[in-house]
């Protein structure tokens, strides 16, 4: 990589960060496959599907945003810049709430009916 070599307390931080995100992709990846094999089916036509499929596309984009996040900061430590800002954190974060949301709703409808 161009530039100076950073300090190597900073890499290792920056490879810490990187392996949390990719310990939380494979998380979602366990999950979207626990959805598939063990929910039973849900009041919702496909609803255990969709939840499913939600969750290991979800698991993939993380992985690769972990990386492409994991570069530009190397690369921002090397030349000295700013580290990059990102606002992919709090998204997931309002990903998983609009998420653990939508099957409190499901629990509800399938307790009523």
């Not at 960060?17 to 496959?33: D, E, V």
């Not at 993380?62 to 996040?69: F, N, Y």
Request: aromatic share 6%; hydrophobic share 60%; proline share 5%.
């Amino acid at each position: 990589m161009a530039g100076e070599k950073p300090d190597y307390r900073f890499s290792l931080a920056n490879e810490r960060t990187f392996l949390a995100w990719i310990r939380t992709a494979l998380a979602l990846l366990a999950g979207g496959l626990a959805c598939a094999q063990f929910l039973p089916p849900l009041p919702i036509a496909h609803l255990r599907e969709i939840i499913a499929v939600t969750l290991l596309l979800l698991g993939g984009v993380v992985a690769i945003r972990a990386v492409d996040h994991w570069a530009r900061t190397e690369k921002a430590m090397r030349m000295g810049t700013d580290l990059p800002k990102s606002r992919f954190p709090a998204i997931l974060a309002l990903l998983v709430a609009l998420g653990a949301a939508l099957l409190v709703l499901a629990v509800l409808i399938k307790a009523v009916t």
